[in-house]
């Protein structure tokens, strides 16, 4: 379920429908933010990873940066490849995405 509700958010977001996304990020962080399951933490990291951009694409620049602090703070130690992928990209966009 995680799995689907992380690849809906990705194609939603892909079709610029930003604020479909966000509800669907949303949900998949609210329902699976505390699973101890890695590949569903991976899933979550993607979700705050792609909620960041879809409210940077909204011009909702302080949320967006927010999103990925949280991603970040939550997952910094986590040894997965794939999550350290999202951090690394997370701690890009806070270094490169200030404003327009």
Known sequence: MANALNNKGCDLGSLHRY???LAVN???IT????????????????ALFNKGCDLYNLHRIGQARAE???LVYRFKDNPDVD???SVK???????VKRNF
């Open 26 to 28: 949303n949900d998949l």
């Open 83 to 85: 999550i350290q992928k």
């Open 31 to 46: 329902r699976f933010g505390n699973s101890q399951d890695q590949d569903i933490q991976e899933d979550v990291a993607n």
């Open 19 to 21: 604020e479909e996304a």
């Open 68 to 70: 990925w602090e949280e």
């Open 89 to 95: 990209d997370a701690r890009h966009n806070l270094l």
